[in-house]
């Protein structure tokens, strides 16, 4: 079984810091793109952040120059560092895995981790 597990959420005040932090863990050959959504109360999760495993980023502009995605493709870690953090950063912050091949020969699939609540103070 793969199971992603996010960390380092929390409560802030704006203007402040976390580090989001993802592994995915069970037999695991290749993850071709690790991202992070968020959901806030009453809206659609949407896409965050992005990398692919050579290394390619897509950032929505809501959030480019204040967060970074990072990737430790040998630990299938991914990581989320978001500054200058505001009040409407608050969500649920979801770590998705695209494309995670188990084995060769078999089929890829997605996976989500369970999510880790960020809540920005004013």
């Known amino acids: 079984q793969v199971q992603l597990v996010e960390s380092g959420g929390g409560l802030v005040q704006a203007g402040g810091s976390l580090r989001l932090s993802c592994v995915a863990s069970g037999t695991i050959f290749r993850i071709t793109v690790m991202a992070w959504y968020r959901q806030a109360p009453g809206k659609q999760r949407e896409l965050v952040a992005a990398m692919t495993s050579g290394g390619s980023t897509n950032i929505v502009d809501s959030v480019k120059g204040r967060f970074t995605i990072s990737r430790d493709n040998a630990k299938n870690m991914v990581y989320l560092q978001m500054n200058s953090l505001k009040p409407e950063d608050t969500a649920i912050y979801y770590c998705?895995?695209?494309?995670?091949?188990?084995?060769?020969?078999?089929?890829?699939?997605?996976?989500w981790g369970q999510g880790t609540q960020v809540t920005v103070s004013s």
């Open positions: 998705k895995a695209n494309g995670l091949l188990r084995s060769p020969g078999l089929k890829p699939d997605d996976y």
